[in-house]
Nanobody, 118 residues
Framework: QVQLVESGGGLVQAGGSLRLSCAAS????????MGWFRRAPGKEREIVAQ????????FYSDSVKGRFTISRGNAGSTVNLQMNSLKPEDTAVYYC???????????WGKGTQVTVSS
């Protein structure tokens, strides 16, 4: 069975940087979709960034565009999120997700906490 495990969360100051990683076991997703979602306190889960298909088509939420960068590694067995110029509003639990097709997320990690202090 497929498992996704996030790492790299923590506490950073506003304006700082943090790099999240997600490792997949049991399957690779270079031809599918991999992405990062987040859930802030009192809010619904939202998509942050996505990389899709063999061509690596990118998507970013408007709130993180220009600050975050998503990337794949190890032939689709890992997905990373480089977060720069962090804001307190970025504080949330961040989840990685993946799917074997380009339009559906089937697998989810347990999440990692990111806290940005002012």
């Amino acid at each position: 069975q497929v498992q996704l495990v996030e790492s790299g969360g923590g506490l950073v100051q506003a304006g700082g940087s943090l790099r999240l990683s997600c490792a997949a076991s049991g399957r690779t997703f270079s031809s599918g979709v991999m992405g990062w979602f987040r859930r802030a306190p009192g809010k619904e889960r939202e998509i942050v960034a996505q990389i899709r298909g063999s061509a690596g088509t990118l998507f970013y939420s408007d709130s993180v565009k220009g600050r975050f960068t998503i990337s794949r590694g190890n032939a689709g067995s890992t997905v990373n999120l480089q977060m720069n110029s962090l804001k307190p509003e970025d504080t949330a639990v961040y989840y990685c997700a993946a799917g074997s097709t380009s339009y559906m997320y089937y697998y989810w990690g347990k999440g990692t906490q990111v806290t940005v202090s002012s």
